[in-house]
C-alpha cells in the first residue's frame, strides 16, 4: 500500500483542518489505518487509528473528542478530521498503513508510512 497526506496548512487555534489520506494498492481494505504525528525534536506518536472496515477507532488521550478518523474502502481515502485545534498540536502529520487489520496504535504495528504533512496551530 502506498500512502499519499495531504490538507495540512496554518490555521488558528481553535480551528478546523481536514486532512485526507489517498492509498493506492488493492491491499488497501485489507488494512488498519492510522495517523501519527511528530513535532520537532520529538519522536513520532500516535494520534487515531481505524480498522479495516471503520468499525473500531481509538484515539490518543489528547486528541480524543476533537479528531475523527474515517476511511472510505471504495474510494481508498482516509481522512483526519481536526477541531478545536491546539498549539501542541503543531507537528507533520503521516498516514500509515497497519501490519494487520486492526488497529495500529505503535510504530511496530506500522507495515507502510505516507509522506508527511505539515499542520501548524498559531496562538
Known amino acids: 500500500v502506498q500512502l499519499q497526506a495531504s490538507g495540512g496548512g496554518l490555521v488558528q487555534a481553535g480551528g478546523s483542518l481536514r486532512l485526507s489520506c489517498a492509498a493506492s494498492?488493492?491491499?488497501?481494505?485489507?488494512?488498519?489505518l492510522a495517523w501519527f504525528r511528530q513535532a520537532p525534536g520529538s519522536e513520532r506518536e500516535f494520534v487515531a487509528a481505524?480498522?479495516?472496515?471503520?468499525?473500531?477507532?481509538e484515539y490518543a488521550d489528547s486528541v480524543k473528542g476533537r479528531f475523527t478518523i474515517s476511511r472510505d474502502n471504495a474510494k481508498n481515502t482516509a481522512a483526519l478530521q481536526m477541531n478545536s485545534l491546539k498549539p501542541a498540536d503543531t507537528a507533520v502529520y503521516y498516514c500509515?498503513?497497519?501490519?494487520?487489520?486492526?488497529?495500529?496504535?505503535?510504530?511496530?504495528?506500522?507495515?507502510?508510512w505516507g509522506q508527511g504533512t505539515q499542520v501548524t496551530v498559531s496562538s
Open positions: 500509515a498503513a497497519a501490519r494487520s487489520a486492526g488497529l495500529g496504535t505503535t510504530t511496530r504495528g506500522i507495515r507502510s
Open positions: 494498492g488493492r491491499m488497501f481494505s485489507n488494512n488498519g
Open positions: 481505524i480498522s479495516w472496515n471503520g468499525a473500531y477507532t
